[in-house]
């Protein structure tokens, strides 16, 4: 599933041809997705601007002139493709090579169309109210985003005050910090050089304080997900851009998929284990 870096890469690929432009038209060739799409749905985003495309964790969020606000998910195969109206079915940047899987278009008033392939339709949209999305179930219960100012040390060795999960657990959980996936939580436990099977209590006293861990971890999000980013995301199966191109992120893995191979720091070797039915990459020797 994409993680954080992989949707703002994404985002931002959307922003030229999405934000400030009138949706003129909206087709939805399968409503069949995670969740079916409403009817009505169409109605109430033809005519209707994007003042702004944002995003909250692993989710975009168009903000519409009507006030509502239209929540988008990747799932595990989801894609946008955004071209020009030159001819039907013909545009630019190709992410997919079956257009059986385009299940919904948007025709954009600037003549760019935004596609959203999804092979597996495990993808969502969903209109929101913008009065009552922070109370929208989808995003209610979302932790602290991590490149957020707020998010510092402090706030992550609260959320992981007396938690007897490991720590690779406690960061791949939505409520402690939003966005983060298997790959970067095992790169940003690598860069810490915390063993992902440490206790998550451990990164904070017993009145909840941050100690060195917290802040070294804090650290390590922040720069794998900006390095991430800046490399536009991990391509491994299904991630593409907007424009079509693959992210380079893969080619940058110090420890995930790494299984077997040397570590970059030191003599020994990245080991896989299996934690909560998820592969975990880590180097024994330097990840304490």
């Known amino acids: ?70 929540v988008m998910h990747l799932g595990m195969s989801g894609s946008f493709r955004v071209g020009k109206d ?23 008033s600037n003549g760019s169309t935004v596609t959203f392939n999804d092979p597996r339709r495990f993808g969502s949209m969903k209109l929101v109210p913008r009065a009552k999305l922070d109370k929208e179930p989808l995003l209610a219960s979302l932790g602290p985003e991590p490149l957020g100012n707020e998010f510092d040390a402090a706030m992550l060795a609260r959320a992981c005050q007396g938690k007897k999960t490991s720590l690779k657990a406690a960061l791949s959980d939505q409520r402690v910090v939003a966005g983060l996936g298997n790959i970067y ?25 941050p100690n060195a861990r917290a802040g070294a971890l804090v650290e390590a999000i922040k720069a794998v997900l900006n390095d991430a980013i800046k ?31 040397p570590c970059p720091d030191c003599k020994g070797k990245i080991k896989r284990i299996v934690q909560g039915g998820r592969s975990t990459f880590y180097c024994p020797s330097c990840q304490t």
């Open 185 to 209: 939580v095992c790169e940003a436990l690598y860069r810490a050089r915390l063993s992902p099977k440490r206790q998550a209590s451990t990164i904070a006293d017993r009145n909840g304080n």
């Open 1 to 70: 599933m994409p993680e954080l870096p992989e949707v703002e890469t994404v985002r931002r690929g959307l922003a030229p041809a999405m934000e400030g432009a009138r949706i003129a038209k909206v087709e939805v060739r399968d409503r069949r997705l995670r969740w079916p799409i409403v009817k009505g749905f169409e109605k109430r985003l033809e005519g209707k601007t994007v003042d702004g495309l944002g995003r909250r964790a692993k989710y975009i969020l168009a903000d519409l002139s009507s006030g509502d606000v239209l």
């Open 86 to 108: 030159a001819k039907p079915g013909v545009y630019y940047h190709e992410t997919s090579k079956s257009t059986a899987h385009d299940h919904v278009v948007f025709h954009m």
């Open 231 to 261: 490399a536009g995301g991990s391509s491994l199966r299904d991630h593409r851009q907007a424009d079509g191109s693959l992210g380079d992120f893969q080619h940058h893995f110090s420890v995930y998929d790494r299984e077997g191979k």
